[in-house]
């Protein structure tokens, strides 16, 4: 499937500039940077969502624009404080990077204020939404239920509550649009999509999750092992065999797949065709990771076969 449209090329460069204007000369190199690390095509749900349900509410088209930007602020503030909690940067960096957030906070909620000043219903769903955020990263830190299939409901929801945050945009819209009923049908799309992507972003990184030390839901799923340092190498090898055996995680895709297909349910009821379209784009793109996955796998085994019993693989 082609790929969601994003947002037009002048909306991205009014962005840019629009960022550059507002956080202190002192940090320009690294904000470019981080900038440039979240700018499309990467990251299109967060830049192009709060256009997208602008669009479908009515929302005066110059309050969109406002919200892409408070978005994209909220994106850089949110992926600063989870690089700060995986602890790869150097100490230096962090320092940097900490100060950094701290402009970022301040010029996200100025967004807000402009558009909504101190709208109580504003308000009260921002801090709920980043509460939800807090709790959901606190919880990625921790041990994860031994297997997958031992998740709970409320489990799953917090794996999607790392994205807590998208739904900001989505108060605010609802609210500039005196359509507040839209709110729950919603944030019912996005807690369905989030839950997906984050599993889906779990099967990427499972490698690098579990190198680090890191609760990996791809990992619960394959390895149904305490995710400890001395299971390290048993879960690897668990996921591997997983992988190798031709099922790629088959009913781990299809609890991804279900998820979707709810959400883009939903969002076609609700007549979000552009949503939906993304929707069905990230179906798509677990489809093509997970063919991937057994094939990368497969190709790894014959080589390391090839390699220890020559002419055999």
């Not at 202190?24 to 690390?37: H, I, S």
Request: glycine share 6%; aromatic share 8%.
């Amino acid at each position: 499937m082609v790929a969601p449209p994003c947002l037009p090329a002048n909306e991205i460069a009014a962005v840019h500039a629009r960022w550059r204007a507002d956080l202190p000369p002192l940090f320009a190199a690294d904000a470019d940077a981080l900038l440039a690390r979240i700018s499309p095509p990467r990251w299109a749900l967060e830049w192009s969502l709060p256009r997208w349900l602008g669009d479908a509410l009515s929302v005066e088209p110059a309050h969109s624009s406002e919200l892409v930007l408070a978005n994209v602020y909220g994106l850089a503030y949110i992926r600063i404080q989870d690089d700060l909690l995986d602890g790869d940067a150097p100490p230096a960096e962090r320092v940097t990077a900490g100060r950094l957030s701290d402009a970022l906070y301040p010029a996200w909620l100025a967004v807000y204020r402009r558009l909504l000043g101190s709208e109580p219903a504003f308000w009260a769903r921002f801090e709920q939404y980043l509460a939800q955020w807090r709790q959901a990263t606190l919880a990625s830190t921790q041990p994860m239920p031994t297997s997958l299939r031992a998740f709970t409901a409320a489990d799953f929801a917090t794996l999607g509550q790392r994205g807590a945050p998208l739904k900001v945009c989505a108060a605010a819209a609802c609210i500039l649009a005196q359509r507040q009923e839209w709110l729950p049908p919603i944030e019912a799309i996005l807690d369905e999509l989030l839950v997906a992507a984050v599993l889906l972003d779990h099967a990427v990184d499972w490698r690098a999750d579990l190198a680090a030390g890191r609760a990996n839901a791809f990992v619960a799923y394959a390895a149904a092992q305490p995710q400890t340092g001395a299971r390290r190498g048993a879960n690897r090898l668990a996921v591997l065999n997983e992988l190798a055996a031709g099922a790629t995680g088959r009913p781990y895709f299809a609890l991804i797949h279900s998820r979707l297909a709810v959400a883009a349910g939903q969002a076609e009821a609700l007549g979000l065709m552009a949503l939906a379209h993304y929707i069905a784009w990230l179906g798509g793109q677990a489809r093509t990771l997970s063919r991937n996955l057994s094939y990368t796998t497969r190709q790894w085994l014959r080589r390391a076969t090839s390699e220890l019993l020559p002419g055999v693989a």
